[in-house]
């Protein structure tokens, strides 16, 4: 049975106008095929298969009345309709031949509906319901009116019975795994492309900060520069003279501001083109997860020339969602070894800590991916982000365990792919 949940299980809402859409063609269909049964075959029990139709329009209809085609259904209520539609229809295929019925294979449809678009729980339900009207509609249904004498054996009406079962749980499974998964991804790309918004949101505030620090600094200056002259020409008997003291502290200290401000601003801002030593945005990636009881110790090995390379929202961000997971994991120390070599650049981020699982060495990068054993807190989202910004600078990752403990990551690129576009356009002779 299907059990465990995703995290975006809980934001799932299905449109009601859907369901009444898929309904509205299942009632035409099974008009459809009841008519043209009767005049061929004749024989059906025409009012309760059309009181079992009926009811199906009389649902359909009090909801399109009320406008129920622009709702969003929660999750219990739309298994509360998709488990209608599946009576609906067992009933009707017990009317009208069980297991003899060929039709009865769109028992199946409700149960893919409700693992395509409910959670494990809810999914599970529906499909126990379906199981258990399989085997009702199996021991309790009404022949079909055949012109010529035909009689199902026994063995076969109980093959269909096992064949449909197997089938229901099968897609049941099968859809709502791949459904599953689905979500999951695209919550994990959505939490990625916010991780990047907010990087970029910082360098533009960064930006935005060096601006103001610069337009602010001369009228502030000249405010302090005149705040001091009158104060030297007062005599110490002015009753203004504090107060002109105080104003004159108070623009200094807004100048110390403005100085840092700006600083900081400068080196948030640096976007677009503008470069920095490699092993320069290592540091500047680590720097908001540097913790007191964890060393963070980077080395480098390359005695030739250092590169210059673009400093960018993706790589801040993917290398530090890295630095954090080591971070989080080492005991002590983290070693985070840069290199250059050729047209290549490396970074290895080495932890103290118990390493990764062996067993998920091959799968480190999907989403929802955790090695930290019975903790629900984490998601597995930081190192699938991490693969995803910096894939798209084309970096290659590979992760390992050091032989002497402690999980590695390394991290490479084509220099080519970490230069400005100007100077990456001239080295192709453009």
């Not at 969003?72 to 009208?96: G, N, P, S």
């Not at 009207?133 to 012109?147: D, F, K, S, V």
């Not at 910082?202 to 060096?210: E, I, N, P, S, Y």
């Not at 470069?275 to 680590?286: D, G, K, N, Q, R």
């Amino acid at each position: 049975m299907i059990s465990a949940e995703r995290p975006s299980d809980q934001s799932l809402r299905t449109w009601l106008g859907t369901l009444i859409l898929i309904r509205w063609l299942a009632i035409g269909g099974q008009s459809v095929t009841a008519l043209v049964v009767q005049m061929t075959i004749g024989g059906l029990a025409m009012g309760p298969v059309a009181a079992t139709i009926g009811a199906s329009v009389v649902l359909n209809g009090l909801l399109t009345l009320q406008g129920g085609a622009f709702r969003r259904l929660d999750q219990r209520t739309a298994a509360w309709h998709i488990a209608f539609d599946l009576l609906q229809i067992c009933m009707l295929v017990a009317l009208t031949g069980g297991p003899e019925n060929p039709f009865c294979i769109f028992i199946i449809g409700p149960v893919a509906l409700a693992a395509a678009t409910l959670p494990g729980r809810h999914a599970s339900l529906v499909t126990a319901l379906a199981l258990a009207l399989n085997a009702g509609l199996t021991r309790w249904h009404r022949p079909l009116p055949w012109r010529d004498v035909f009689l199902v054996p026994p063995l076969y009406t109980f093959g269909i019975w096992v064949a449909l079962s197997v089938a229901i749980v099968s897609v049941a499974y099968f859809t709502w795994r791949m459904a599953s998964e689905s979500r999951a991804l695209d919550a994990a790309y959505e939490a990625s492309r916010a991780a990047l918004l907010q990087e970029q949101r910082v360098a533009a505030v960064g930006g935005l900060a060096a601006m103001v620090a610069h337009e602010l600094n001369t009228p502030l200056a000249t405010v302090y520069l005149v705040a001091r002259e009158v104060t030297a020409e007062m005599a110490g008997d002015n009753p203004l003279l504090a107060e002109m003291q105080v104003l004159v502290g108070q623009a200094e200290r807004c100048r110390d501001i403005l100085a840092r401000l700006s600083r900081r601003g400068e080196r948030e801002a640096l976007v677009g083109d503008e470069t920095v030593p490699f092993s320069a945005l290592m540091e500047m990636a680590a720097a908001p997860h540097r913790r007191e009881r964890i060393d963070l110790e980077f080395s480098s090995t390359r005695s030739a020339a250092e590169p210059w390379v673009v400093r960018s929202p993706e790589i801040l961000q993917g290398i530090g969602n890295l630095l954090q997971n080591a971070v989080q994991f080492a005991a002590r120390r983290v070693e985070v070894a840069t290199d250059w070599l050729g047209d290549e650049v490396f970074v290895r981020i080495r932890d103290d800590g118990p390493g990764f699982a062996e067993h998920l060495l091959g799968r480190l990068g999907e989403p929802y991916l955790s090695t930290r054993d019975g903790d629900g807190t984490h998601l597995g989202l930081g190192i699938f982000i991490a693969c995803s910004l910096l894939s798209r600078m084309g970096a290659q990752l590979v992760f390992s365990n050091h032989p002497a403990g402690g999980g590695v990551a390394t991290v490479s690129w084509r220099k080519a792919d970490l230069l400005p576009a100007r100077s990456a356009e001239a080295g192709n002779g453009r």
